[in-house]
């Protein structure tokens, strides 16, 4: 997680994490590019001196030492720690909690147990998400001909402030209190099962909601209205007849078996880790 605090705690929590980048090391050269960057050292955020850190015990893929582009569906920005992926837009149906009024919203796709499309869109391959359905973290989505989908209910509100106020010191951990900057209401969690596309499951979070494109098409060079969109969005373009949509994310450092990665979290099942990750809180997540 992306925070200052000197304590760590562990949460029984669900968070939508997708791996994007792993390196090989604490610093590499991108030969095509000409550039640096300087991850963070494995050590940070354990209680493990760097000289344990060694080459990841890993037989079965050993690819995954990295170099590698995890989700090939986004652009990495590995200067600027961002990826730049596909806009999608669905919509909420109206029914009488809503008036009857159909809302828009915008989402991307980052992982899926369908192999073929997972290849196809360049999403990560997620077969354990095949068994996220034995509660309620996944809701039902139809496609439409348009290829937009189509959701009965579940929605994010990003008009909340975000707030983190660390404990009194030395102990900033936990904090004094805190909120997340975007909520889902009871119906919304960002896995969803495409009834009448093969069934599969999919983590599409909204990354904005209850907006039109003209207002979206304000934020394609940045400075976003946060009331309106994810806390990690920095542009948002909708597409035209004749170009895909695309929105630009921040992405956080951490480390896999020792290796600098670069991931994205976009949703929590835990108010505490959505604050702290500058996500969205998505209590169906824990149901």
Not at 178 to 207: E, M
């Amino acid at each position: 997680m992306d925070t200052n605090f000197s304590k760590a705690k562990i949460f029984m929590v669900t968070t939508m994490v997708a791996a994007v980048f792993i390196s090989p090391s604490t610093l590499l050269s991108f030969a095509q590019a000409q550039i640096e960057f300087q991850p963070v050292a494995p050590s940070i955020g354990a209680k493990v001196p760097l000289s344990y850190f060694g080459p990841p015990p890993s037989t079965f893929q050993p690819d995954l030492v990295g170099p590698l582009k995890l989700l090939r569906a986004g652009q990495v920005d590995v200067n600027a720690n961002t990826v730049t992926l596909p806009l999608y837009h669905g919509q909420i149906k109206g029914n009488s909690t809503t008036g009857n009024v159909t809302k828009k919203i915008w989402y991307v796709l980052t992982d899926t147990n369908d192999k073929g499309n997972a290849d196809q869109l360049g999403l990560n391959f997620s077969p354990k998400l095949t068994y996220a359905a034995v509660g309620q973290a996944v809701r039902v989505a139809t496609l439409e001909k348009d290829t937009s989908l189509t959701f009965n209910a579940g929605t994010v509100d990003f008009s909340p402030n975000r707030t983190l106020v660390p404990g009194a010191a030395p102990n900033a951990f936990p904090p004094k209190t805190f909120s997340p900057g975007s909520v889902g209401d009871k119906d919304y969690t960002p896995l969803i099962r495409i009834q009448n596309a093969g069934n599969h499951i999919y983590d599409a979070p909204i990354v904005a909601a209850n907006v039109d494109a003209k207002r979206l098409s304000a934020f394609c060079n940045g400075s976003p209205d946060y009331s309106l969109v994810h806390d990690k969005v920095l542009k948002i373009c909708p597409g035209t007849g004749t170009s895909t949509g695309t929105v630009t994310l921040k992405l956080t450092q951490g480390f896999s078996f020792g290796r600098p990665v670069l991931y994205l979290s976009l949703d929590s099942s835990n108010p505490l880790a959505a604050a702290l990750e500058h996500i969205t809180y998505s209590v169906r997540l824990s149901l």
